[in-house]
């Protein structure tokens, strides 16, 4: 089957007065139909600038310089305004972290999300509107929908406003859904809540979802597949469970290392990876987590390492896992085998 989304290569930079800041490095990945990719990595490693290039939304600076990003094999790069203006909201959704910034403080709840289904569809009446509001409170489990919909948006909660833009994302049944950070500014149960929330939505309706997240751990709640990204270039691709359990990169083994652990002291077990991203005016030659990495080598500092296949499905832009690098010792290498 054809993936939703099938984007190759993909680079885009952003124009500067100090420079052009090479956001996202050629990027290569897949979000098949149905299921979920979970895009990870610190801040500033790139996710947004991926996601906003999906849908073009990259401002007067933003630039796509290369590559190709296809939705259900058509191509989107090459795309006018207006027809993307047609794509979003329409078979591709997106929500973001902070819904008070998309939404306006002086409409009422059930106005906002009305006008979104107005958007898309003019013969709708004004009851026949909000009636559809209703139902797709409904669907997003809001409490007593009816006397939601006269609400401004300072009377809900953070969780229910969130509640509110995953409504209006798929006022329009997408194909695609993009969230980019949706639960990072939610309390950790009220998080759990809305990604509870979204896999049952996905369930319900069969789309696909891109989700993007700087936490490993709210990507094994909810993903199928994960790609790692740093310095704007993904370091690792791979099921969620071959993440988990045997990650074959430095970066995605801190990333794993600093997840909480709802068992432990807190203050003990989170360990944030030292040392801070790259300049992307001035990327690194190399691998760009080589200045970071405990285990880098003179050559991932002078060289971008070549990605290696670490299973039938996964993949790992390591020199560690290169052909010519000794396996014994070898955290990343299993016994003797030759990955690249
Ligand atoms: N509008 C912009 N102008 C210049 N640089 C930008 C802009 N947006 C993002 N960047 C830069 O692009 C890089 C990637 O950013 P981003 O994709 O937002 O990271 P993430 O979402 O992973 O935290 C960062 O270095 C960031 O500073
Ligand atoms: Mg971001």
């Known amino acids: 089957m054809e993936p939703i989304l099938q984007v190759r290569d993909l680079r885009t930079s952003f124009f500067t007065s100090g420079g052009e800041v090479q956001a996202v490095r050629g990027v290569s990945f897949d979000v098949e139909k149905g299921k979920t990719l979970g895009i990870v990595g ?40 207006k ?88 006022a329009c049944r997408p194909e695609l859904l993009i969230a980019d950070e949706p639960t990072t500014a939610l309390d950790v149960s009220i998080q759990d809540q809305i990604l509870k929330l979204m896999r049952s939505l996905q369930r319900e309706m069969g789309m696909s979802i891109m989700f993007i997240t700087h936490d490993l751990g709210v990507v094994a709640e909810l993903c199928d597949r994960v790609a790692v990204m740093y310095g704007g270039m993904i370091m690792e691709e791979a099921d969620i469970l071959d993440i988990f359990q045997r990650p074959r990169h430095p970066y995605t083994m801190g990333l794993l290392a600093s997840i909480p652990d709802m068992n432990m002291d807190k203050r003990k077990q989170l360990q944030p990876i030292p040392g801070s991203p790259p300049d ?29 296949q670490t299973g039938e499905n996964s993949r790992s832009m390591c020199w560690l896992l290169h052909s010519d690098c000794p396996a014994e010792g070898n955290p990343f290498r299993q016994g003797k085998e030759a990955l690249a």
């Open 280 to 308: 992307m005016i001035h990327p690194p030659k190399g691998c760009p987590f080589a200045p970071r990495c405990p285990y880098a080598m003179g050559i991932c500092l002078e060289e971008m390492p070549p990605y290696a």
């Open 42 to 81: 610190e801040s500033g490693s790139g996710k947004s600038v991926t996601s906003l290039s999906i849908l073009k939304l990259l401002g007067a600076t933003g630039r796509i310089s290369s590559g190709s990003i296809k939705l259900d094999g058509e191509e989107l790069t090459t795309k006018s305004k």
């Open 83 to 170: 027809e993307m203006r047609a794509v979003r909201g329409g078979r591709v959704a997106m929500i973001f972290q902070d819904p008070m910034t998309s939404l306006n403080p002086l409409l009422p709840m059930g106005d906002q999300v009305g006008e979104m289904i107005w958007a898309h569809d003019k013969r709708l009446d004004k009851k026949e509107r909000m009636e559809k509001v209703v139902e797709l409170f409904r669907l997003v489990r809001i409490p007593e929908p009816e006397k939601r919909l006269k609400s401004f948006p300072h009377e809900f909660s953070g969780g229910m406003r969130q509640r509110v833009m995953i409504a209006m994302a798929l």
